[in-house]
């Protein structure tokens, strides 16, 4: 009997085909679970995961599954609820977004199964009827529970834990369940390049190998540095390898292969928080979480990151020096098929060219860790040959080796980014951070409040528009800026006035609520809010702050928060500045914000220091 379906779809730009992988996809299937691991015997360099799909029909999901293996790098694109048809994915089912807080220490969480907690007569990781399984109280995949504020818990399928919270790039899952730990071109050799200088007090150092991604620093520099985080990435492969030995055999005593289920335990302990898509459940107590889409990070003390190939020598090595990517001609694909055909049925060519995959960004929740990137004096390799590769139509993202198979690497990894709580929250917080972070630059920040002027409490402050007066009639003042002046009627807009006072002048920010709308792009729409540029700016006379604040609140009502066109009445200096991310940011905004205070000659000490 067909699964009643009453959730709507997002469309969703997959990067990938798996035309391999996924064969007969002729009609819509979603991905609706994970279930066991197997050996990859075609493409032993990454094992395969079982993917549970129903048919969508027009009277909902199919009660059969459909069931195929998978590579599991591929988990970051075939996430539990996208559609795939014709082995690529378009669109996906939307879940409710929740951002929960948990505890990550040893003993705070569980492992559970429905397999296992029907054989031990106790409570179910949540009602199937929230989620059915094909399998139902046999289904023996993990997951993983976490306590939370409602009296319920958080459940999260071990697969989707680690696919999207060890580390940032595929290449980490693909080591840590694929290679012993402490061999020769095992794990360990394949995460850490050696750094060949000694330790400094106070200062955790990591040298990355060349397939890893920077935002993977975090998880690296606890794995060698954090006796937890070793003991539990460890416990990664050697399970596996464990349930892999475990051999059955049919009644001719040929072995059948099982698979391996895997658990997989948060890596750090303490207070942590999980952003999450699905479905509540037992009277919106419990929820589960299909899709991870955020984590916090440890804190701890400051890494410095280097890898064999970060591109950032002052100098040029000597000739003579050997060249990079251990002399292997590099090679580069000019016009890469899209959507890229991924396969784990082969192990790219050697010396083939590489695809940047991306999958869905991952949110950082809370304050970043704090990373010092390493930049070297003098470079001591050489740039490779580059020559082109033309024969490359499939793209793996396992070992390298042999060649003329036709088949590229595929680099998969997803993009760290900073949580957003609004683009004027996230000023005044990336300004909170700046004063903690260099108090031997900025001495205070502060928010306007009006009659009792600034303050310096934690939560800002904002000074509200005052509405047009019903009686001016004034063909000056349109239907357009009475409307503007209210968020949302009778809510008015506020501006953030703050206040950030440096050893060597006193600085100012305006910054208008935005509201919040849709922003699509190529016919995706996720949520955002309107787009206004922030306005910084000194005084003359800071006795004048209220007069010009009084200035600026009247007429950037008439410009509908087109700060610029208040730059020449600003009795001083003034810029109107957009609004960026910047890489490895610790806070929304931070680049933003110290931009902006160097336009008023404000320095900050570089954080990217160069090292012999």
């Known amino acids: 009997?067909?699964?009643?379906?009453?959730?709507?779809?997002?469309?969703?730009?997959?990067?990938?085909?798996?035309?391999?992988?996924?064969?007969?996809?002729?009609?819509?299937?979603?991905?609706?679970?994970?279930?066991?691991i197997y050996k990859n015997s075609r493409d032993q360099s990454q094992p395969n995961v079982v993917v549970s799909f129903r048919e969508l029909t027009s009277e909902g999901l199919s009660d059969s599954q459909i069931l195929r293996q998978v590579p599991i790098t591929s988990l970051g694109q075939l996430r539990l609820g996208s559609i795939w048809e014709g082995s690529t994915c378009k669109s996906q089912l939307s879940y409710e977004s929740q951002t929960f807080k948990v505890n990550f220490t040893a003993g705070s969480w569980k492992?559970?199964?429905?397999?296992?907690?029907?054989?031990?007569?106790?409570?179910?990781?949540?009602?199937?009827?929230?989620?059915?399984?094909?399998y139902d109280l046999r289904d023996q995949s993990?997951?993983?529970?976490?306590?939370?504020?409602?009296?319920?818990?958080?459940v999260v399928p071990c697969l989707e834990f680690f696919s999207r919270c060890y580390g940032y790039s595929q290449e980490i899952k693909r080591i840590l369940t694929t290679y012993f730990w402490d061999v020769p071109k095992g794990a360990k050799e394949r995460l850490f390049a050696p750094i060949n200088r000694p330790e400094v007090p106070n200062l955790w150092q990591?040298?990355?190998?060349?397939?890893?991604?920077?935002?993977?620093?975090?998880?690296?520099?606890?794995?060698?540095?954090?006796?937890?985080?070793?003991?539990?990435?460890?416990?990664?492969?050697?399970?596996?390898?464990?349930?892999?030995?475990?051999?059955?055999?049919?009644?001719?005593?040929?072995?059948?292969?099982?698979?391996?289920?895997l658990e997989a335990a948060p890596w750090f302990e303490g207070d942590a928080?999980?952003?999450?898509?699905?479905?509540?459940?037992?009277?919106?107590?419990?929820?589960?979480?299909?899709?991870?889409?955020?984590?916090?990070?440890?804190?701890?003390?400051?890494?410095?990151?280097?890898r064999t190939n970060n591109g950032k020598a002052e100098r040029s090595a000597p000739p003579g020096s050997p060249t990079s990517w251990d002399g292997v001609p590099r090679k580069i694909?000019?016009?890469?098929?899209?959507?890229?055909?991924?396969?784990?049925?082969?192990?790219?060519?050697?010396?083939?060219?590489?695809?940047?995959?991306?999958?869905?960004k991952m949110?950082?929740?809370?304050?970043?860790?704090?990373?010092?990137?390493?930049?070297?004096?003098?470079?001591?390799?050489?740039?490779?040959?580059?020559?082109?590769?033309?024969?490359?139509?499939?793209?793996?993202?396992?070992?390298?080796?042999?060649?003329?198979?036709?088949?590229?690497?595929?680099?998969?990894?997803?993009?760290?980014?900073?949580?957003?709580?609004?683009?004027?929250?996230?000023?005044?917080?990336?300004?909170?951070?700046?004063?903690d972070e260099y108090p031997e630059v900025i001495k205070g920040v502060e928010s306007y409040t009006g009659s009792e002027g600034f303050s310096s409490e934690e939560e800002p402050k904002l000074v509200s528009l005052t509405p047009f007066d019903d009686i001016d009639d004034s063909k000056e003042i349109t239907t357009a800026m009475r409307s503007w002046v209210y968020t949302s009627?009778?809510?008015?807009?506020?501006?953030?006035?703050?206040?950030?006072?440096?050893?060597?002048?006193?600085?100012?920010?305006?910054?208008?609520?935005?509201?919040?709308?849709?922003?699509?792009?190529?016919?995706?729409?996720?949520?955002?809010?309107?787009?206004?540029?922030?306005?910084?700016?000194?005084?003359?006379?800071?006795?004048?702050?209220?007069?010009?604040?009084?200035?600026?609140?009247?007429?950037?009502?008439?410009?509908?928060?087109?700060?610029?066109?208040?730059?020449?009445?600003?009795?001083?200096?003034?810029?109107?500045?957009?609004?960026?991310?910047?890489?490895?940011?610790r806070v929304a905004h931070e680049t933003t914000a110290k931009k902006a205070l160097q336009k008023f000659g404000i320095v900050f000490p570089n954080a990217e220091e160069t090292t012999s």
């Open 363 to 435: 949110k950082i929740l809370g304050k970043r860790r704090r990373v010092i990137h390493r930049k070297t004096e003098e470079a001591s390799t050489t740039p490779g040959a580059v020559s082109e590769d033309e024969d490359s139509k499939k793209f793996s993202s396992g070992e390298p080796g042999g060649t003329g198979k036709g088949t590229g690497r595929a680099s998969i990894k997803a993009e760290a980014i900073m949580e957003s709580k609004g683009t004027l929250r996230d000023m005044w917080n990336a300004l909170l951070y700046l004063r």
């Open 206 to 261: 990591v040298r990355l190998r060349e397939r890893l991604c920077n935002d993977d620093i975090t998880l690296l520099a606890h794995i060698k540095y954090d006796q937890y985080t070793l003991k539990r990435v460890k416990k990664i492969h050697a399970d596996l390898a464990t349930q892999f030995n475990r051999v059955l055999k049919d009644p001719n005593g040929k072995p059948i292969a099982r698979p391996a289920f």
């Open 1 to 36: 009997m067909p699964i009643p379906l009453r959730r709507p779809y997002e469309l969703l730009a997959s990067q990938i085909s798996l035309k391999d992988n996924l064969y007969k996809n002729d009609k819509p299937w979603v991905a609706w679970w994970y279930g066991g």
């Open 142 to 154: 993990k997951l993983i529970e976490f306590p939370i504020s409602t009296g319920g818990k958080l």
């Open 333 to 360: 694909i000019s016009h890469p098929p899209i959507p890229f055909d991924v396969t784990g049925f082969q192990a790219p060519d050697h010396a083939s060219g590489t695809v940047d995959i991306k999958d869905p």
């Open 273 to 306: 928080e999980l952003e999450v898509e699905g479905i509540w459940f037992n009277d919106t107590k419990s929820f589960l979480g299909l899709r991870i889409t955020g984590c916090s990070e440890p804190g701890g003390l400051t890494i410095e990151g280097d």
């Open 489 to 585: 009627y009778p809510d008015l807009r506020g501006v953030l006035a703050a206040r950030i006072t440096t050893v060597q002048s006193v600085v100012y920010l305006f910054e208008i609520t935005r509201k919040p709308r849709l922003k699509t792009i190529k016919d995706i729409s996720t949520e955002g809010e309107e787009n206004y540029q922030g306005f910084m700016f000194t005084l003359k006379d800071n006795d004048g702050f209220q007069s010009w604040l009084d200035t600026f609140t009247a007429e950037i009502r008439k410009t509908k928060g087109v700060v610029k066109k208040l730059l020449t009445r600003c009795p001083g200096k003034a810029e109107a500045f957009n609004h960026r991310m910047g890489k490895q940011e």
């Open 111 to 134: 492992f559970s199964s429905f397999s296992g907690a029907s054989a031990l007569n106790i409570e179910l990781p949540y009602d199937l009827d929230t989620h059915p399984l094909f």
